[in-house]
């Protein structure tokens, strides 16, 4: 995944209503978003705290974001700010990765049963298990992990990957087996694009999982012309359907710098909302999915984070080593 977006300036109120949510962004509720953006933003100050915020969260939790990204840059962004809270709107392997990259510091997550199926399709032991399995085959298989895993998966995993990194990873590690875990998905799209023997865990994301490429096909009948943008956590054949296949960041990029006035965005709705907002002159279709994880996380919880400290992130100190080694080494591989 790439850098996080720094957040620069007020997206107005008006601007939900493109969100084309009826009932949801009232004006009402633009007047209850606005009191709780000022008393986040007094808290912040108050606690030395800065909000780091998932693509995928809500467009008013946007608006009380320091930095919005993708998962690792947004941990990235954690380490060099000066301040010594880290609030993390998104769910809970994402809030561990910032605690893996800034261990001294305290990060807090607005709602722990923030979850993730994909993280929780693995875990550590069973990886190993099946490590030492398939070793007695293959003596040079290693570990590859997307960082959509938890912090004990990350301990044991050789090298991590993001989505827009991972077929270079898997291209420059010195062996020729290897154990992608835990994308079924994503090991698909990497090893259509590598020589080497991808062995896939048998773990998805039900959010990309259940997009169909009928939903595509529709679209593109419907809107002829669009340019589709395919996240690679998706099904092989809904991959096969897309212009472009890109990371949540990367999407965002090609979105602004393509010359097409109008993309289809496959992949968690929150996205394609993020580019309504952010940028007004494209058209965004969406073939999207909600995450309820990423969902939990609300203005009402950030505030309520700040006030009372909880929930924090733990991660024992071994753990957070060895996980950011399995990073570092994806620094330096791709
Ligand atoms: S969208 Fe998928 S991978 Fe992302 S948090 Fe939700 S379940 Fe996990």
């Given at each position: 995944m790439d850098a996080?977006?720094?957040?620069?300036?007020?997206?107005?109120?008006?601007?939900?209503?493109?969100?084309?949510?009826?009932?949801?962004?009232?004006?009402?509720?633009?007047?209850?978003?606005?009191?709780?953006?000022?008393?986040?933003?007094?808290?912040?100050?108050?606690?030395?705290?800065?909000?780091?915020?998932?693509?995928?969260?809500?467009?008013?939790?946007?608006?009380?974001?320091?930095?919005?990204?993708?998962?690792?840059?947004?941990?990235?962004?954690?380490?060099?700010?000066?301040?010594?809270?880290?609030?993390?709107?998104?769910v809970h392997f994402m809030a561990e990765t910032a605690k893996i990259m800034s261990p001294d510091k305290r990060v807090i997550i607005p709602d722990a049963r923030a979850g993730c199926s994909l993280a929780e399709s693995v875990d550590a032991d069973a990886l190993v298990a099946r490590r030492d399995e398939l070793r007695r085959t293959y003596p040079d298989l290693k570990i590859v992990s997307y960082v959509n895993t938890t912090a004990e998966v990350k301990a044991v995993t050789d090298v991590c990957c993001t989505?827009?990194?991972?077929?270079?990873?898997?291209?420059?590690?010195?062996?020729?087996n290897i154990l992608f875990c835990p994308d079924e998905n994503l090991a698909s799209y990497v090893a259509a694009n590598t020589k080497k023997h991808i062995i896939a865990w048998n773990g998805n994301c039900y959010v990309h999982h259940q997009i169909r490429p009928e939903e595509i096909r529709r679209a593109r009948e419907v809107n002829p012309g669009i340019k589709v943008i395919v996240h690679p956590e998706c099904r092989a054949d809904v991959i096969a359907e897309a212009d472009e296949v890109a990371s949540t960041s990367g999407m965002i990029e090609f979105a602004?710098?393509?010359?097409?006035?109008?993309?289809?965005?496959?992949?968690?709705?929150?996205?394609?909302?993020?580019?309504?907002?952010?940028?007004?002159?494209?058209?965004?279709?969406?073939?999207?999915?909600?995450?309820?994880?990423?969902?939990?996380?609300?203005?009402?919880?950030?505030?309520?984070?700040?006030?009372?400290?909880?929930?924090?992130?733990?991660?024992?100190?071994?753990?957070?080593?060895?996980?950011?080694?399995?990073?570092e080494r994806m620094f330096e591989l791709s």
């Open positions: 996080g977006t720094e957040k620069g300036g007020d997206i107005l109120f008006e601007q939900f209503q493109a969100l084309g949510q009826p009932g949801v962004y009232t004006e009402e509720r633009c007047d209850e978003i606005r009191d709780l953006v000022a008393e986040i933003t007094a808290l912040k100050r108050e606690k030395n705290a800065i909000v780091l915020a998932h693509n995928y969260q809500r467009p008013e939790i946007f608006e009380v974001a320091d930095f919005v990204g993708d998962s690792l840059g947004l941990a990235k962004r954690g380490v060099d700010v000066t301040e010594d809270t880290i609030v993390f709107c998104g989505s827009s990194n991972a077929v270079q990873v898997v291209e420059n590690i010195d062996s020729q602004k710098n393509d010359a097409a006035g109008a993309f289809l965005i496959v992949t968690e709705c929150g996205l394609s909302e993020r580019l309504l907002l952010e940028v007004p002159d494209k058209k965004f279709y969406k073939a999207c999915q909600l995450c309820k994880y990423m969902k939990m996380i609300t203005l009402e919880r950030t505030r309520d984070a700040l006030v009372t400290g909880r929930d924090e992130v733990d991660v024992p100190r071994d753990i957070c080593d060895n996980a950011r080694l399995s990073i």
